[in-house]
């Protein structure tokens, strides 16, 4: 949400009880973390998605220790959408075991937790 825009927020005054999740991944690289976050958003399985700076990643696999440069992503969604983000990422993620982690955000701005509890409904067809 831009700090410089006001936004009309028809659900200003709702309140959520959708349980608002962190969800935190990699990538291998820039292009293949905005396409998802793409993905995701239009699929409205995310509210928002932050793109971090690339990390250096150290890990054991397979025995040894690696390292790389990943790229972060923070993904805001709900319980409700949760198994469709984890299921989203295994679908289209490159690496055999990639990193999903939900966090519950167990506070934040009312008006913000309903903004994304919002935007994360799947669309009535009609």
Known sequence: MRAATRMYYPFKNMLTTQHMLLVLTTWPDRASAAAFAQRVLEARLAACVHIGMPVQALYRWQ?????????????????????????????????????????????????YMNWGAAETEPLQRT
């Open 63 to 111: 025995g040894k220790i690696e390292q790389g440069e990943e790229i972060p992503l923070q993904i805001k969604t709900t319980q409700a959408r949760y198994a469709e983000v984890q299921a989203a990422i295994q679908a289209a993620h490159p690496y055999d075991v990639p990193e999903i982690v939900a966090v519950p955000i167990s506070e934040g701005l009312p008006a």
